[in-house]
């Protein structure tokens, strides 16, 4: 049962050009919602978050969007830029829990 | 400032034997979590501790696995009589708190475990 579900396996996007990565959730309990990004061989970074209070929570080239009745949330960055080719993972917690569902991750690739 | 410390970073075992994986949660945080990755899969939850108390294993297998947060020194996740199916990452997250805040866990950079 996979709760949490990010559908494109990969991503390729121009430098300079933007780009969007996408999340589904079907648990309705979820609170709180965090993207993270993983190079290989290390562990998980995280970026940004955000509470489903909220619609929209920015950070310099990070922005994402919460659209709660479609359970949907996106990650955009812009301008991509070459560091940023990772795997970003979609993870989502209840308020009152602490363990976190993740997806399976997105490949971002972004070349020159 | 350390961050979540795992070691080792790579383990190998044959079939049958135990494996232990050694977590140090940030400084300040008392609230460790593991996670497993298998190849081409995301993290799966697999226990949540504090200090002394298993919180949540709701994510750990019944047998041959289990955790430890002891009052000094490093959680421990033990596999025994560990299989192939056990080849995976093992990551180790902490968290200063769960209540309030943004519920964000730090990482650690995991523990590659490679069963022969």
């Known amino acids: 049962d996979q709760q949490v579900k990010q559908n494109s396996p990969s991503l390729s996007v121009q430098e300079g050009r933007i780009s969007i990565l996408n999340c589904d959730y079907t648990n309705s309990m979820f609170d709180y919602f965090l993207w993270y990004k993983k190079y290989p061989a290390e562990g998980p970074t995280f970026l940004i978050s955000?509470?489903?209070?909220?619609d929209k929570n920015e950070d310099g080239r990070f922005t994402v969007f919460l659209n709660k009745s479609a359970k949907h949330l996106s990650l955009h960055i812009v301008p991509s830029q070459p560091g940023d080719s990772a795997v970003y993972f979609c993870?989502?917690?209840?308020?009152?829990?602490?363990?976190?569902?993740f997806g399976t991750g997105t490949r971002l690739q972004v070349t020159l | 400032n350390a961050g979540v410390m795992q070691n080792p970073r790579h383990l190998v075992r044959r079939r049958g034997q135990e494996a232990r994986l050694r977590c140090s949660p940030m400084?300040?945080?008392?609230?460790v979590y593991w996670y497993r990755q298998l190849p081409e899969e995301g993290l799966k939850f697999m226990v949540y501790l504090q200090k002394e108390n298993i919180i949540d294993e709701s994510g750990m297998p019944k047998e041959r696995f289990s955790a430890e947060f002891p009052k000094e020194g490093p959680s421990i996740l033990r596999i025994q009589q560990v299989v192939r199916g056990d080849s995976a990452a093992y990551f180790c997250a902490s968290s200063p708190s769960i209540s309030g805040g943004n519920n964000e866990q730090f990482f650690g950079p995991g523990t590659r475990l490679t069963v022969l």
């Open positions: 400084k300040g945080h008392s609230h």
């Open positions: 993870a989502a917690n209840p308020g009152t829990a602490s363990k976190l569902t």
């Open positions: 955000i509470s489903s209070i909220k």
